[in-house]
């Protein structure tokens, strides 16, 4: 009896995995999550908050230090009261539902700490001030 050839293709092909839209989902995605993501801005220096009884946490986008030498600290420059308007203005066009936190230091004075916070308010930004919590 004659054998009869195989049905099985013995003939090696090579198989190319296309990487390509791999590739395209992988950057979408990574682009994705870089436009979505929101990034805190950091006063950029340290304040000795004052204690309190209670403290909520927060997820503030902004926050915005006053020293013990009434330093106004936002995004790591000192600022003075009067140039506030054009810094938080750029503040919320880069982040329209922006919240801010104010860490003001235990010897600033609380009009100035004041003065900030309605000047944040005077632009539609919810503002808390930030204390330790005992």
Known sequence: MARRGSRVNTDEEEVELNMTPMLDVVFILLIFFIVTSVFIKEPGTDTFRPDAL??????PSMLVAVTAE???????????????????EQLLQENPRARATIQGDEGADIGVILDVQDRLLENGIDVTISTLQE
């Open 54 to 59: 209670t403290e909520e946490s927060l997820n």
């Open 70 to 88: 009434n330093e106004i600290w936002i995004n790591r420059r000192v600022y003075e009261l009067a140039e506030l308007q054009p810094v938080i």
